[in-house]
């Protein structure tokens, strides 16, 4: 059965059933999705891991039309595609890489064919490509998914967001619903402006986890309390770090303390990737050591554990990756390990972060001569870019180069997106006869079109993605020998044949123009410095005030409570009181020694040491209850067994 021949204007609960198997939907998912189904144009603010992408895609399907979903995310857009299929779900993608011909080919089933979801990268959906073939579709909902990105008050900005406004104009019956798992009171009215919403209309999801106990430990050695945390809380768990380096080193050091541990970041191959992330959810590694790289988009509920071994320059950013842990609703911990060198590190990141105007057009005039582009060219397209090759032939340091091309793609004039894995692919271009007359003139060349027609099929239609190291497997080549076949046949124009690649992409959002005229708003580049120094401090300030860390993330969002959550180290004292981590540890050992003839009651274990100490005691057992150490059995105390 064809989609378009299935009957549209069902109800969302069939809808939810019918392609995800659920009876009903999480809180405030229903109100969403009714709301966008009414026509309003909706604003949802849900915290990482409820539930964004069905309030978009529940309502889409229950009306006839395409739902077009623009997001920044490549590996997420890829992501939804493949899970949209598997439901038997017409859905496609276009991102930076993409070869123009694809493009142009999916736009125009998008248009004509039965496609129900078209997602986008946001330079993509300005294009004048783009912009004629959406005017012939017959769309039912625009979704702008990680919305706080068009708010330049927001994290995260990023200017082809502001462009979206202008395909409202020839969508004007189109209702828009924007996404975003995080946003100040700012942000949100920030966002229904710029996006041109008709009426305000939030709906936001509370802030508070309970589920999550949130804790700042105050440590030297991180590696050490690292392991001694992991040892206590089992489950699976996710480390994040800011080098990728690191999330190696910190992998290593783990697994010689005997946790299975593995690491991840953007510089692995996509097929590495995506290798390390099956196993951690499928529980074959117990922890991940990643950069932020990892964990946008994962559906994996039973995290018990995130630590961050590194304060991360925002609340936004710490909020949304703590946020992965606990997903199933049971108890749950996000551990941010700080001391003095993260708060210095920060600034001196912030002062990385903000390169001078000079130093931006030495980037920027560097990137035309790289890739080759003259001046008055190159709006639209996309290149391959590799940043180690192009650092390496100017003498340019890394980390200074991507504080300039940030600043380049926050003034609107390059987008630059992660690696993106582009698959192989082959389609051939001549008749059957004409295919026959050539393989025997090349006989060499028939056991390998044979094993292509027999493996992949529509060759003759379609492209077909090609994984010639099955492929190669197959027919007992070497990898070399296929590529060598495989680049005569394309040469030969028997096939087109377009290898793999895996770089990440730049884009041109505006003709290049010589470096001395290069445009940067100083005035909106000021604001841009004053309000990234202004989340930093927040983010300081949240690891250095001894209050709740549940209200102190609520209050940030704009979420007032009287109410302490009970639960983070704050509220269970460890941060209230003056123990030095020295002194916790000895009481620990102390503790443990006395508790190995057998389980005591609160009262009998105080009753063991001399009075003066009685406060430090009951203070130590307090944070050994919450770390894990100990556990509460029908009113006695016993030490718990790593």
Known sequence: MFFRDVIMSVSPQDVLKKYWGYDQFRPLQSDIIQSVLDGADTLALMPTGGGKSICFQVPALCREGIC???????????????????????????????????????????????????????????????????????????AIDEAHCVSQWGYDFRPPYLEIAQIREWLPDVPVLALTATATKQVVDDIQEKLAF??????????????LSYAVLHEDNKLEKLADILTRVRGSGVVYVRSR????????????????????????????????????????????????????GIDKPDVRIVVHMDLPDSIEAYYQEAGRAGRDEKKAYAVLLYNDNDRRSLEEQYEIAFPEIEEIRQVYRALGSYLQLAIGSGEGEGYDFD????????????????????????????????????????????????LYDYLLRHPKLDRIIKAILRTYQGAFLNEINVREGQLANFLNLSKGDLDKALNLLHKDRIVDYKRQKEKPQLVFTKERVDASVLDIDRQLYAFRKNRHLERIRKAVAYAETPTCRNRQLLHYFGQETDKNCGICDVCTGRTR????????????????????????SMEQLVKSFPPAQEEKVLTAVGYLVDEGYLEEEEGTLRWRKP
Not at 109 to 130: H, M, V, W
């Open 577 to 600: 009181t003056d123990i030095s981590t020295d002194q916790f540890n000895t009481y620990r050992d102390w503790i443990q020694q006395v508790l190995q003839a057998g389980p005591l």
């Open 198 to 211: 008709r009426k305000s209309n939030v709906f936001q999801k509370s802030f508070t986890r309970d589920n």
């Open 245 to 296: 380096k690191k999330t190696k080193d910190i992998a290593d050091f783990l697994k010689q303390r005997g946790i299975s541990a593995d690491f991840y970041n953007a510089g692995l191959s996509a097929e590495i990737r995506s290798a390390k992330q099956d196993a951690w959810i499928a529980n074959k590694v117990r922890v991940m050591v990643s950069t932020n790289a990892f964990g946008m």
């Open 387 to 434: 940043m180690t090759e192009f650092c390496k032939n100017y003498s340019f340091k890394a980390i200074k180069v991507l504080s300039c091309l940030k600043v380049l793609e926050q003034a609107g004039w390059i987008v630059l997106s992660e690696a993106v894995l582009i698959p192989s692919t082959l389609r051939i271009l001549v008749t059957k006869e004409e």
């Open 68 to 142: 077009i979903v623009v997001s920044p995310l490549i590996a997420l857009m890829k992501d939804q595609v493949y899970n949209l299929q598997k439901r038997n779900v017409p859905a496609v993608a276009i991102y930076s890489g993409m070869a123009y011909q694809d493009i142009d080919r999916i736009l125009d089933n998008c248009a004509y064919g039965n496609t129900k979801f078209l997602y986008l990268s946001p330079e993509r959906l300005t294009t004048d490509l783009a912009k004629a073939r959406i005017r012939r579709m017959k769309v039912n909902l625009l």
